[in-house]
């Protein structure tokens, strides 16, 4: 095994707050300001449980990504394996001990706050896959040897959370592991070969499905099969979006989500919300926020000396990028229901932790950026 020699720069803490990456910080409490505004109109302008809850998490959150910020990213670098085997051990404990909802078993009591230890897995297979390429030179990433410790990496995670069930998260996950492995080196023939034969074994997958995520399929093709039922969601989903027309209804005054026709308003269809409210040009300012942030973040990445930071900045960065594509994409009816939180918008402790937990490791990246890890 090679011996790790690091060479740091010794930055006062002074230092560490000048280093801040500002814009950063800015774009993300402008979403995180946005996201209570929108939690409060979710609950017909009152401040309710949830708006109490998601204020509370985002600002908590917050400071722990300030946290974070100011670890070394040699230590993340050093930890992210351990990261990554506890994320995977609370995986496998959810089996035995996680608490059931709404027909799945996605939480885990730790006491103190029940996580959902596959949203963490999002970002501790990024840091894992981030520190595994690392040394891997890149002519040599495709090489027989180096492919099995990725593969069982993402698959392992993946297929536990497909069984709880939760197929949605499963897939992002699957996404966010193939995009640092692209990332990496690995060639395109390769991903061209695989989708093949996913093509040919979709029969085969889609045989495991349950019921309800078979109906999401078929709902998705053909919504009005169901309008009542299945297709009830995506239906008064594309009313709102459509209904908020250029310039929206106006905050508070959204009637698709004020008479209760739309389900799940403060979580995975909080864009829908949105939409209705200030219609395209507030959804255009918001896709720019998180354009901003994601370009913030690869910034960041470019401008890192050692190539764990820059793994792990793009690997995130596209990540995130796909998180917020596909639960756009979901409640606009263009893929299937898939149950994808909108980073910090959607209310949910677990995701909006994992977001700032990436977001810290990020931010680490920008401080430490003239650190070598060798």
């Not at 993402?154 to 536990?160: D, E, G």
């Not at 499905?209 to 039922?229: A, H, M, N, V």
């Amino acid at each position: 095994m090679l011996r790790e020699n690091i060479r740091r720069e010794n930055l006062s803490f002074r230092e560490k707050i000048l280093a801040l990456d500002f814009y950063l910080i800015f774009f993300v409490l402008l979403l995180g300001t946005i996201s209570c505004f929108a939690m409060f109109s979710s609950e017909q302008g009152k401040i309710g449980y949830f708006t109490q809850s998601h204020i509370y998490r985002f600002f908590t959150f917050f400071m722990f990504f300030i946290i974070i910020s100011f670890i070394n990213i040699s230590l993340l670098y050093k930890f992210s394996y351990f990261f990554y085997f506890i994320v995977l051990a609370l995986l496998f404990a959810v089996d035995s001990f996680g608490i059931t909802s709404s027909g799945s078993k996605r939480w885990i009591n730790l006491f103190f706050i029940n996580i959902q230890p596959s949203e963490l897995m999002k970002v501790s297979l990024i840091a894992f896959l981030a520190r595994y390429y690392y040394k891997i030179p890149i002519e040599n990433v495709t090489s027989f040897k180096y492919i099995f410790v990725p593969i069982f990496a993402l698959s392992i995670p993946v297929a536990l959370v497909a069984i709880q069930p939760d197929l949605g998260t499963a897939v992002l996950i699957l996404l966010g592991g193939i995009a640092v492995i692209w990332l990496a080196g690995f060639r395109i023939k390769f991903f061209l070969y695989s989708f093949l034969i996913l093509i040919c074994l979709l029969p085969v997958g889609i045989s495991f499905l349950k019921p309800y995520q078979k109906s999401r399929i078929l709902t998705f093709l053909d919504p009005e099969r169901d309008p009542l039922g299945a297709g009830y969601q995506i239906i008064q989903s594309k009313i709102a979006v459509g209904s908020g027309g250029i310039f929206g209804k106006g905050f508070l005054q959204g009637s698709q989500s004020y008479l209760d026709y739309l389900p799940e308003k403060h979580t995975d269809f909080i864009f829908t919300l949105f939409s209705e409210e200030f219609g395209f040009i507030g959804c255009i300012l918001l896709l720019i926020i998180y354009v901003a942030i994601i370009y913030r973040i690869t910034k960041i990445g470019n401008k890192s000396r050692n190539n764990f930071a820059k793994i792990y900045c793009f690997g995130f960065a596209t990540a995130f990028f796909i998180y917020v594509a596909v639960n756009m994409s979901m409640v606009l009816g263009l893929v299937p229901i898939v149950g994808a939180p909108l980073p910090i918008m959607s209310y949910g402790g677990s995701s909006m932790l994992s977001i700032m937990l990436g977001l810290g490791i990020v931010m680490s990246c920008n401080i430490h950026q003239k650190d070598e890890i060798s």
